[in-house]
Nanobody
Framework: QVQLAESGGGLVQAGGSLMLSCTWS????????LVWFLQAPGMEREFVAT????????IYADSAKGRFTISRDNIQYTAYLQMNSLKPEDTAIYYC?????????????????WGQGTQVTVSS
């Protein structure tokens, strides 16, 4: 049973924008924080951004600050990652995960509910 599903990835030129979506199917997920990670080919998953359930607190990786914005709409059961000024090094599979423990951690190992990922490719 799919609990989280990412969408919105694609191919974009450097400097362009994409908005990723992460949807959930259960009301309970509206009470969890959500986090975005990326995984480039051959690399470990890397933290991008996280948001608490009430959208009161957000945390960004240094690489995302000023370019990416995380948000959510609990009525729509959807979280978003708006990505602007994209660079070729942003090319990766982007995953969302549910912060069941409420820790807003930047560590991959703290999360055990993941979506299937969406591919983002930024051409130079």
């Amino acid at each position: 049973q799919v609990q989280l599903a990412e969408s919105g990835g694609g191919l974009v030129q450097a400097g362009g924008s994409l908005m990723l979506s992460c949807t959930w199917s259960e009301l309970s997920f509206s009470m969890y924080g959500l986090v975005w990670f990326l995984q480039a080919p051959g690399m470990e998953r890397e933290f991008v951004a996280t948001i608490d359930w009430a959208s009161l607190k957000t945390i960004y990786a240094d690489s995302a600050k000023g370019r990416f914005t995380i948000s959510r709409d609990n009525i729509q059961y959807t979280a978003y990652l708006q990505m602007n000024s994209l660079k070729p090094e942003d090319t990766a599979i982007y995953y969302c995960a549910a912060d069941v423990a409420g820790r807003l951690s930047t560590l991959e190992g703290e999360y055990n509910v993941w979506g299937q990922g969406t591919q983002v490719t930024v051409s130079s």
